[in-house]
């Protein structure tokens, strides 16, 4: 099948039929979901709702999905150009934080620094403020206790006199 590449619409009408039915039951895994993509990839066998099914059932679940899975979804419904589901496919590239995650909307969103963030503003797990930090770790430099680095002589030769307890250097 791989080697041919175009199939007559009327073939694939039922089996897109049952695996749209499928996705608005929910009743198709991840993996299930993974292996159709590809098969219609490998068959050339674009069909829009289709893909839009996918895009509306596993919105709300591209957070548990598997970056693996995430990676060659996007990189279908982009060779695709599925244009209809823009914020699933946003949503592909950058996953959305959780509640629960220190950067929930805190970490500036990127799509939205670039200037059009599809999922807009009330979903989007990402802060659109343009002073927002772009990573937590810009918070995170360790600071050190004190400003006196001593070197190796200076430290067991000298304890008292190069800064000893008063500067954080030993526990009395």
């Not at 679940?61 to 982009?78: D, G, N």
């Not at 150009?81 to 959305?96: A, G, I, S, V």
């Not at 995170?140 to 206790?145: E, K």
Request: one cysteine or more; a positive charge.
């Amino acid at each position: 099948m791989a080697r041919t590449k175009f199939f007559d619409g009327d073939i694939l009408r039922d089996p897109s039929f049952v695996l749209k039915r499928l996705l608005q039951r929910d009743q198709l895994s991840s993996a299930q979901v993974n292996d159709a993509l590809q098969c219609l990839w490998e068959i050339n066998a674009y069909d829009q709702n289709v893909l839009s099914a996918i895009a509306s059932t596993f919105k709300g679940k591209l957070a548990s999905l598997e970056p693996i899975y995430r990676q060659t979804w996007r990189e279908i419904f982009e060779g695709f150009k599925h244009d209809r589901d823009k914020d699933f496919r946003q949503l592909l590239e950058t996953p959305p934080l959780t509640a629960a995650s220190p950067g929930y909307q805190k970490i500036r969103c990127f799509h939205h620094s670039k200037g059009f963030c599809a999922v807009g503003d009330k979903a989007c797990t990402y802060s659109h403020d343009p002073r927002a930090p772009l990573t937590l770790e810009m918070f995170s430099v360790p600071m050190r206790a004190s400003p006196l680095v001593m070197t190796q002589n200076q430290y067991t030769m000298g304890r008292t006199i190069y800064g000893g307890a008063r500067n954080g250097q030993f526990a009395a």
